[in-house]
């Protein structure tokens, strides 16, 4: 599976952390041409349009960026960015007046990339002649909100425009060689697995052309009730199935498995803003699910802290995948220092770790231990030493 971190490393030599951005540029289908229902939108979309964490443009691109920056630098140190247009849609404005807004933005050294989240019913032939210009200064990445192609449920949410413009957009996307990332949203009311599958299986199919894959990229969500959204109303009237994280990671696990390869993952799951959020409350959980999921997609492998009883009866803590080896190495010189000096005798305890980073903090922990402390663990646990 690629992440966006790979991929960015990949493409552009370094990994890039976004900075998003509201335009407050609207959505046709919040009371614009398109609109359905009263114009109230998709049902799942909340009042800031899926861009609760941006910045607000102001028309000042220095002053915006810097404060996009400032709010993501306890997380990122490097020195470039990809500039997220997130809330609304990002197309639906005059084409001269996102040719200045864009240009201002692809035209300064920190940002590398520029993403556009926007409706294929926003898009024309001159947006298409924009956004191939651009591309040409710097990536453009253009993200789509699919979320389904099961019809019942492109009605159900209020998308307002069909599956064949999506088709249409992505294919003219492909064409000119722009990243195309599509939204996909699991577990919408009265999905099957098998219909989630469906959606999958066509963004992959779109992205496949005689045997070659388009640069295209993926972003699953969580299905998330939000306070103020319609979908809330009707939840709180009748709440609907929505599954556990478990349940969630296991058809996640499936629908990856019919992506080809090289159709980038750029998100596992919805992180939506906790003081909207209403069901499923483990999605607030940003950490656990981040775990959990990456976990359950990249196995970490098991590690063992071990502590051997050297021959002047001294402890020596440490980690290895297989410990008989690890032992051996010691034995012959080959391990750490110390026990070049202390004799190594006999291992009194292993104990198995998932992933090389908790197994280090666990020896460090251990190596915290008094003597008196590392001898009652000893004799309560029993002994691992992994496969050769
Ligand atoms: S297209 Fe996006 S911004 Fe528009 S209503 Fe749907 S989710 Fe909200």
Redesign the pocket.
Same mark, same amino acid.
């Given at each position: 599976m690629i992440t966006t971190d790979g991929f960015c490393k990949k493409e552009y030599g370094e990994k890039l952390y976004r900075l998003s951005f509201n335009a407050h540029m609207g959505?046709?289908? #919040?009371g614009g041409p398109v609109a359905v229902s009263s114009g109230r939108?998709?049902i799942?979309?909340s009042e800031g349009? =899926?861009g609760e964490f941006a910045v607000d443009i102001t028309g000042d691109t220095d002053h915006d960026i810097k404060l996009a920056i400032d709010k993501v630098s306890k997380k990122f140190k490097g020195r470039h960015y990809i500039a997220y247009f997130q809330?609304? =849609?990002n197309t639906y404005a005059p084409v001269d007046e996102l040719r200045k807004l864009y240009m201002d933005f692809v035209n300064r050294d920190e940002i590398a990339v520029l993403a556009i989240a926007t #409706?294929p019913d926003c898009l024309d032939e001159d947006k298409y002649v924009l956004l191939e210009e651009l591309n040409r200064i710097k990536p453009v990445w253009v993200e789509l /909100?699919l979320q389904t192609v099961k019809p019942e449920s492109v009605s159900y949410i209020r #998308? /307002?425009y069909d599956n064949e413009a999506y088709d249409r957009a992505v294919r003219r996307l492909y064409s000119m060689g722009i990243h195309t990332i599509t939204h996909v949203i699991l577990y919408l009311p009265g999905e099957t697995k098998q219909d989630m599958l469906n959606t999958v299986r066509h963004i992959a199919k779109l992205a496949a052309v005689n045997g070659k894959y388009h640069s295209a990229g993926i972003k699953f969500s969580m299905l998330n009730v939000l306070k103020g959204t319609d979908l809330y109303d009707e939840y709180t009237k009748a709440p609907f199935y929505l599954p556990e994280l478990e349940e969630y990671g296991d058809t996640l696990n499936e629908c990856l498995n019919l992506l080809p390869e090289n159709i980038v993952v750029h998100r596992l799951c919805s992180d939506p803003p906790k003081k909207l959020l209403v069901a499923p409350s483990w999605v607030a959980d940003k950490k656990r699910v981040h775990n959990y999921l990456n976990e359950l997609i990249d196995p970490p492998e098991d590690y063992y802290v071990y502590i051997i009883r050297c021959n002047d009866n001294t402890l020596y803590t440490g980690v290895a995948r297989n410990v008989d080896k690890r032992f051996r190495e010691h034995q012959n010189g080959r391990g750490a220092k110390y026990t070049r000096s202390h004799h190594p005798v006999e291992i009194v305890y292993t104990e198995k770790v998932r992933g090389k980073g908790r197994a280090l903090k666990r020896e460090y922990e251990i190596k915290q231990l008094s003597r008196s402390q590392k001898l009652d663990l000893i004799k309560k646990r029993k002994y691992e030493t992994g496969a050769e």
């Open positions: 959505c046709p289908n #919040r939108g998709c799942f979309c349009g =899926s809330a609304y =849609s #409706r /909100g #998308r /307002g």
